[in-house]
């Protein structure tokens, strides 16, 4: 179902043929197994395999090593056609290519030349660790440590929230290292991310390194998300991304600033979806002799819908653009990140007002978005934290002068 809404100006042809080519694939791979799948708990190893072959996983990775080398905006309007289908597909990409823009950003040449092929090609796939138990939007206030030892660094400590967390073959690792820089050193310049390589699966993955197992979640099903627990893990020094102590948090943050923008389309997709589902319905379901897509009350609902579905769009589109321009983009990041996933929350829960008491039903697709979309809401920054980074930027914006 195609219509006016969330189209994109200026694409160039390649662009239009990558996300007609996505679009195809999700209508015709994803969204006729999402909700089993989903009611399953199950990974979508076959879809996974065909984002494969299509290059997804190295869409944003350079061309010198293997990848389609596409910009943030391309990726972004990926992530919302794959997130119409199914959300939790949109996120086993997201993750890996967080990690692949971190080394591309930060890493050495020889971590590059070592993993940015093997992601480009999808066979060493990427998670990236941040939260603990104990706190969520505090990164600061991190635990977790590495020690040096020799040419080794002996990581300690739990981690939480990872997506990814069994599937994945590398783990970009946010620690605490204190060697090298003084105490009363402001925490987070003395953060470290290590590139830890693992196997997939559960249970010891490698030596000093547990993945307990996946958490059960009210949605976001199919997609594993787990605890990693660090009891003595041994890294070389030249895991250290970009070889120096001292950077993890400013990687962290670039990192999860380019997540941002994916969450946004993330909702975007989702809200869209939910939009076709209740305005297809509306048209379907009569009531009092005629359509309920006639009543005025249920045409201003999709209005207001599509309204959202719009609006959330363009920002979304803003922000990765600001981004591909070489400008900073937190402030268009954190806006379009906020609207989106609000935005998807309340469209999606117009689309099940819409479908009635059907939209309680786990045989109809509305059941699983109106699950799905809550997690937006915390993922990349709670909605809290996008308007403290928005306020702090709009005070730096236009601070009064003398």
């Given at each position: 179902m195609s219509g006016r809404l969330a189209q994109t100006e200026g694409l160039t042809d390649i662009q239009r043929e990558i996300l007609a080519t996505v679009r195809d694939f999700v209508d015709k791979e994803i969204l006729p197994v999402a909700t089993e799948l989903e009611h399953r708990d199950e990974y979508p190893t076959r879809i996974v395999e065909g984002l494969k072959e299509l290059g997804v996983f190295g869409l944003m990775i350079p061309e010198e090593y293997g990848g389609l080398?596409?910009?943030?905006?391309?990726?972004?309007?990926?992530?919302?056609?794959?997130?119409?289908?199914?959300?939790?597909?949109?996120?086993?990409?997201?993750?890996?290519?967080?990690?692949?823009?971190?080394?591309?950003?930060?890493?050495?040449?020889?971590?590059?030349?070592?993993?940015?092929?093997?992601?480009?090609?999808?066979?060493?796939?990427?998670?990236f660790s941040m939260s603990e138990p104990a706190l969520g939007?505090?990164?600061?206030?991190?635990?977790?440590?590495?020690?040096?030892?020799?040419?080794?660094?002996?990581?300690?400590?739990?981690?939480?929230?990872?997506?990814?967390?069994?599937?994945?073959?590398?783990?970009?690792?946010?620690?605490?290292?204190?060697?090298g820089h003084p105490e009363g050193t402001a925490p987070h310049k003395s953060m470290t991310t290590f590139l830890v390589e693992k196997e997939p699966g559960f249970g010891t993955v490698r030596p000093g390194?547990?993945?307990?197992?996946?958490?059960?979640?009210?949605?976001?099903?199919?997609?594993?998300?787990?605890e990693l627990i660090m009891d003595g893990l041994r890294i070389p020094a030249d895991r250290v991304l970009g070889g120096k102590t001292g950077r993890g948090f400013y990687h962290m943050m670039d990192g999860v600033?380019?997540?941002?923008?994916?969450?946004?389309?993330?909702?975007?997709?989702?809200?869209?979806?939910?939009?076709?589902?209740?305005?297809?319905?509306?048209?379907?379901?009569?009531?009092?002799?005629?359509?309920?897509?006639?009543h005025q009350a249920i045409q201003f609902k999709?209005?207001?819908?599509?309204?959202?579905?719009?609006?959330?769009?363009?920002?979304?589109?803003?922000?990765?653009?600001?981004?591909?321009s070489g400008q900073r983009n937190d402030l268009e990041a954190g806006m379009a990140k906020y609207l989106a996933s609000e935005y998807?929350?309340?469209?999606?829960?117009?689309?099940?007002?819409?479908?009635?008491?059907?939209?309680f039903s786990k045989e109809y697709e509305?059941?699983?978005?109106?699950?799905?979309?809550?997690?937006?809401?915390?993922?990349?920054?709670?909605?809290?934290?996008?308007?403290?980074?928005?306020?702090?930027?709009?005070?730096?914006?236009?601070?009064?002068?003398?």
């Open positions: 080398g596409e910009s943030l905006l391309t990726y972004a309007l990926t992530v919302e056609e794959i997130a119409r289908g199914w959300m939790s597909v949109s996120g086993i990409i997201n993750t890996h290519f967080i990690v692949a823009y971190m080394l591309k950003q930060h890493g050495t040449q020889e971590q590059k030349d070592y993993f940015l092929p093997k992601m480009a090609a999808g066979e060493v796939r990427g998670a939007s505090d990164v600061s206030a991190i635990t977790s440590k590495g020690v040096r030892d020799g040419d080794e660094y002996v990581l300690t400590g739990q981690k939480m929230w990872l997506t990814n967390g069994g599937s994945s073959t590398l783990v970009a690792v946010l620690c605490r290292t204190d060697e390194l547990t993945i307990p197992g996946k958490i059960d979640k009210m949605g976001y099903k199919g997609v594993d998300t787990t600033e380019v997540g941002r923008v994916n969450v946004a389309a993330r909702g975007c997709g989702v809200a869209q979806r939910a939009f076709e589902l209740g305005i297809s319905y509306a048209q379907q379901r009569q009531t009092f002799g005629k359509p309920i897509a006639q999709l209005a207001e819908m599509a309204t959202k579905v719009e609006a959330a769009h363009a920002m979304m589109v803003n922000a990765a653009r600001k981004k591909d998807c929350k309340e469209v999606v829960e117009d689309a099940f007002r819409i479908h009635g008491g059907y939209g509305i059941e699983r978005l109106y699950r799905e979309a809550p997690m937006l809401l915390i993922g990349e920054g709670t909605a809290e934290i996008q308007k403290m980074i928005i306020g702090r930027r709009l005070l730096e914006e236009y601070r009064i002068q003398g």
